[in-house]
């Protein structure tokens, strides 16, 4: 069982740029594919971006693409989502999924497919 711990969140500009993190327990890390979701007050949870078990292969969300990265290391057992050019409408509370899986160059782009989850950080971007 693996246990996730996000963090790196907090009030940012509009425009501005965050990176969060999320520090994956347990072994055998490669062996889990891994996603950034959000989930805005009132709004049900949305899939950010995905990234696979070995890291080649990623998948993101429209409003995402060309201004998120999803990258994962290895020798540090985390995951991470670059945020650049933020606007308003990123806030949310961000959490980050894992998903067992023996098909380590698959991605899994929905929540419900996700077992484990952290506890989320929250994201506000205002001026």
């Known amino acids: 069982q693996v246990q996730l711990v996000e963090s790196g969140g907090g009030l940012m500009q509009p425009g501005g740029s965050v990176r969060l993190s999320c520090a994956a327990s347990?072994?055998?890390?490669?062996?889990?594919?891994m996603g950034w979701f959000r989930q805005a007050a009132g709004k049900e949870r949305e899939a950010v971006a995905t990234?696979?078990?070995?890291?080649?292969?990623?998948h993101y969300a429209d409003f995402a693409e060309g201004r998120f990265t999803i990258s994962r290391d290895s020798t540090k057992n985390t995951v991470y989502l670059q945020m650049d050019r933020l606007r308003p409408e990123d806030t949310a509370v961000y959490y980050c999924a894992a998903k067992s899986t023996v098909l380590t160059s698959k991605v899994f782009p929905g929540s419900m497919q996700y077992a484990y989850w952290g506890q989320g950080t929250q994201v506000t971007v205002s001026s």
């Open positions: 347990g072994p055998t890390f490669s062996r889990y594919a």
């Open positions: 990234i696979s078990g070995n890291g080649m292969n990623t």
